[in-house]
C-alpha cells in the first residue's frame, strides 16, 4: 500500500501524547486518587487516538474495503486523508480547514481553558479544606470532568476512530463514576454545606445566569 509511509511515525504518536497530557498534568496537578484517575483516563484516550493517528491506523485497515468500494481513488493510508469526516461529508480542499476540524480545535481549546479555570478554583478550595463554590463551580459541580469530556470529544470530531468511539462513552461513564465517589466523599465531610450546594448548583449543565 503506497501511503503505508505516512504512519509508524512512533516518535510523533510520543511527542504528541506527551503534549496533550503534559497539558492536562500542568492545568490539575493531581494529589488525590480521584484526580489521577481522571487524568489516566483522559490520558488513555489521547494515546490510543495518535497511536491511530501517527502509529498503526487500524480503522482504516478495518475499513479498507468500504472505503475504497464507496470512495475509488482515495488513498486513505495518506495521511491527509486520514480524516475521514473530511470525506465522508463531502468536504473539499485541506482538511485542516473544513468546518468539523476548526469547531474541532476551537472546542479542544474551549476545553482546556476550562480545565485551568476549574482547577485553579479546586485546589484552592482544598487548600482552604473549603467547599469549591466560585468560578465555573458557581454554575455546575463538576466544571473538571466536563471539561476532560468536552477535550475529548472536540478530538473525536478531529480524528474518529474506532478504538476511541469506544472508548468514549465508557470513559464518560468512569468519569460518572468519579463524580458519584467525590460527592460522597464531600457529603462526609461538609455535611448539609454540601447538600445545599447540590441543591442549587446543577451537576452536568452549567446555569447560564448565576443566583444573586
Not at 49 to 68: D, H, K, V
Request: hydrophobic share 50%.
Amino acid at each position: 500500500m503506497h501511503g503505508e509511509s505516512s504512519y509508524g511515525l512512533w516518535l510523533l504518536v510520543f511527542i504528541n501524547s506527551a503534549i496533550f497530557i503534559f497539558f492536562a498534568f500542568s492545568f490539575v496537578k493531581p494529589n488525590t486518587k480521584y484526580e489521577w484517575r481522571s487524568l489516566g483516563v483522559y490520558s488513555a484516550f489521547i494515546v490510543a487516538l495518535f497511536t491511530e493517528m501517527y502509529g498503526f491506523p487500524l480503522t482504516i485497515y478495518f475499513l479498507s474495503g468500504w472505503l475504497t468500494e464507496n470512495y475509488p481513488g482515495i488513498d486513505f493510508f495518506a495521511h491527509d486523508n486520514g480524516h475521514l469526516l473530511h470525506t465522508l461529508f463531502g468536504f473539499e480542499g485541506n482538511a485542516h480547514f473544513d468546518p468539523l476540524h476548526i469547531a474541532s480545535n476551537i472546542i479542544i481549546v474551549f476545553g482546556f481553558v476550562l480545565l485551568s479555570a476549574a482547577w485553579s478554583v479546586l485546589h484552592k478550595a482544598q487548600q482552604e479544606r473549603s467547599l469549591a463554590t466560585t468560578g465555573w463551580y458557581a454554575r455546575c459541580r463538576h466544571p473538571q470532568y466536563i471539561a476532560f469530556i468536552v477535550i475529548m470529544f472536540g478530538f473525536l470530531l478531529q480524528w474518529p476512530t474506532i478504538p476511541t468511539l469506544l472508548m468514549f462513552p465508557f470513559l464518560v461513564a468512569v468519569y460518572i463514576r468519579l463524580v458519584k465517589r467525590e460527592e460522597f466523599v464531600a457529603l462526609r465531610e461538609f455535611g448539609d454545606e454540601y447538600r445545599h450546594y447540590m441543591d442549587s448548583t446543577p451537576a452536568w449543565v452549567p446555569k447560564l445566569t448565576l443566583d444573586k
